[in-house]
Antibody
Framework: QVQLQESGPGLVKPSQTLSLTCTVS??????????WSWIRQHPGKGLEWIGYIYYSGSTYYNPSLKSRVTISVDTSKNQFSLKLNSVTAADTAVYYC???????????WGQGTLVTVSS | EIVLTQSPGTLSLSPGEGATLSCRASQSVTSNNLAWYQQRPGQAPRLLIY???SRATGIPDRFSGRGSGTDFTFTISRLEPEDFAVYYC?????????FGQGTKVDIK
């Protein structure tokens, strides 16, 4: 079955760039038919969709984060990545990657990775 | 953006009881593209319901959803011990996709 796994630094300094990668197994990103998304959850809080990428490289970002977010894809490694620049403590959260259908919800999700922004 | 408001914030129930959760949207959800997720402590959300009323693969039939437009309901017919968790609704009909703030179902 499809599995997603996030990886990346758990600690990022303020004003720096948060970088995470999601490795997909059991499905090929380049097969199309799905968007590949990032979602975050602030500690003890709700969920916020960050954006998605299609295998072709087309992206769509949440307007609330659009100025700081870049999502990219590497089909040769079956991975997609998130970069969030100029981070502050408010970006401390668990970051999830997930697959979504073209008009469908998020399923499945990765296990999530906690990123703390602190000096 | 569509704001989803879930109620109640917390529901305290006993195993075997039924649970009814509400999700109200600030504007109509396109094509009833509304989903419900379960999140247990320390775990990622898990898709339960999509299209307002369709169960995801492998989801027991004690979980059900209904509704349309701006008002949606999620029901657990008989709570099992593993059902005590936080439940989120999410709309994927109008970008940006948005989530409700969650309803916690805890043990009374």
């Amino acid at each position: 079955q499809v599995q997603l796994q996030e990886s990346g630094p758990g600690l990022v300094k303020p004003s720096q760039t948060l970088s995470l990668t999601c490795t997909v197994s059991g499905d090929s990103i380049s097969s199309g038919g799905y968007y590949w998304s990032w979602i975050r959850q602030h500690p003890g809080k709700g969920l916020e969709w960050i954006g998605y990428i299609y295998y072709s490289g087309s992206t769509y970002y949440n307007p609330s984060l659009k100025s700081r977010v870049t999502i990219s894809v590497d089909t040769s490694k079956n991975q997609f990545s998130l970069k969030l620049n100029s981070v502050t403590a408010a970006d401390t959260a668990v970051y999830y990657c997930a697959r979504e259908g073209l008009v469908a919800p998020f399923d499945p999700w990765g296990q999530g990775t906690l990123v703390t922004v602190s000096s | 953006e569509i704001v989803l408001t879930q109620s109640p914030g917390t529901l305290s129930l006993s195993p075997g009881e039924g649970a009814t959760l509400s999700c109200r949207a600030s504007q109509s959800v396109t094509s009833n593209n509304l989903a419900w997720y379960q999140q247990r402590p320390g775990q990622a959300p898990r898709l339960l319901i999509y299209g307002a009323s369709s169960r995801a693969t492998g989801i027991p039939d004690r979980f059900s959803g209904r509704g349309s437009g701006t008002d949606f309901t999620f029901t657990i017919s008989r709570l099992e011990p593993e059902d005590f968790a936080v439940y989120y609704c999410q709309q994927y009909g109008s970008s940006p996709w948005t989530f409700g703030q969650g309803t916690k179902v805890d043990i009374k």
